[in-house]
């Protein structure tokens, strides 16, 4: 696997990700429907077209979901042992359909664990941005991470 291990993330450490991903209808659709979220912003084209947006917005889940999966490759691919949590979540500007998103991420911190010597805990800041370059989410992230000495 790819992914870092706690000792080879480093506070102010900055991933811009190559990954980056266009959104569809479908897969708005999809998500809100999977997630019972019966939301007319997101899924009633009649509905969003009065509303100060004019169409669609996209899930703010999904949004967030995207967001973090982006990172993965570049960040935590087969070593983390998990998520601890979110925190600071914010959705400056919407997202829509036919945007690509492309992400960027901080390393906030990282500290071994008191009580496990395999393994610690890093923060993220994860911050996604449209086509031109309007950010349109952001989020803290703790994570469980494997160390390489333990």
């Not at 703010?60 to 935590?76: A, K």
């Not at 359909?97 to 496990?116: L, M």
């Not at 395999?118 to 800041?125: C, K, L, S, Y």
Request: with cysteine.
């Amino acid at each position: 696997m790819t992914g870092l291990y706690l000792e080879e993330f480093e506070p102010g450490q900055v991933f811009r990700h190559a990954l980056r991903r266009t959104v569809t209808e479908s897969d708005n659709m999809l998500f809100s429907n999977m997630t019972l979220n019966p939301q007319p912003l997101h899924i009633d084209f009649a509905f969003a077209s009065a509303t100060e947006w004019g169409k669609p917005l996209v899930n703010s889940l999904f949004t967030l979901g995207l967001m973090i999966g982006i990172s993965v490759n570049d960040t935590t691919i087969g070593t983390t042992i998990g998520n601890l949590g979110m925190t600071d979540v914010t959705f400056p500007h919407p997202l829509f359909h036919g945007d690509t998103v492309h992400v960027e991420t901080t390393v906030i911190s990282a500290r071994p664990s008191r009580s496990k010597p395999d393994r610690g805990i890093v923060e993220f800041e994860h911050r996604a941005y449209n086509q031109d370059d309007v950010l349109v989410a952001q989020c803290r992230r703790q994570a469980m991470m494997r160390a390489r000495k333990g």
